[in-house]
C-alpha cells in the first residue's frame, strides 16, 4: 500500500513537472510567418512588462485613415539583451516599424525591427530573415 501511494505521487509529481511549462507556452500560430510589414507609425504606448512587452501605435494610410496597432516583444529582460529599454519610446515618438502581421488581417502583430528617430535601429535578431 504504502508503494502504490508512493508511486501514485511521483506519477502526479511527474506530471506537474511535464505540463507546467507547456502551459506557459504560447503557440505561433495566429501570425503570418515569414510576411513582414513596414510603416511609418506614431508611438502611442509603450508597454514594458513580462511575459510581454507591447508597443502601440498609430499608422496613417494613403486616405488619412488611422489604424491602431498593437505589437508585441519577447519580455523585458530578453529586450534589455538586444538594447531595449523602458525609455525606447514615448508617445509621440515617430518610427518606422517593421511587424509580423498576425494572418486575420487585424492591425495586431509581432516587432521585427523598429528605427528609432534618431536613426537607431532596435531588433528582434530571432524573427530576422
Known amino acids: 500500500m504504502k508503494n502504490r501511494c ?5 506519477s502526479a509529481v511527474a506530471a506537474f513537472a ?5 502551459s506557459a507556452h504560447h503557440g505561433n500560430a495566429a501570425f503570418d510567418s515569414g510576411k513582414k510589414v513596414t510603416m511609418k507609425a506614431t508611438v502611442t504606448e509603450w508597454f514594458w ?7 502601440k501605435f498609430d499608422v496613417k494610410d494613403e486616405s488619412g485613415n488611422v489604424a491602431h496597432w498593437a505589437a508585441e516583444t519577447n519580455n523585458a529582460p530578453d529586450m534589455m ?3 531595449w529599454t523602458k525609455q525606447s519610446f514615448k508617445p509621440g515618438d515617430e518610427i518606422t516599424v517593421t511587424v509580423e502581421p498576425v ?3 487585424k492591425p495586431v ?3 521585427i525591427e523598429v528605427v528609432l528617430p534618431n536613426g ?3 531588433g528582434m535578431a530571432y524573427l530576422k530573415q
Do not use: D, W
Not at 511535464?18 to 507547456?22: F, N, Y
Open 18 to 22: 511535464v505540463s507546467a511549462p507547456l
Open 120 to 122: 537607431q535601429t532596435l
Open 109 to 111: 502583430g509581432r516587432v
Open 49 to 55: 512588462a513580462n511575459p510581454h512587452c507591447f508597443l
Open 6 to 10: 508512493l508511486l501514485i505521487f511521483a
Open 103 to 105: 494572418k486575420n488581417g
Open 81 to 83: 539583451e538586444r538594447g
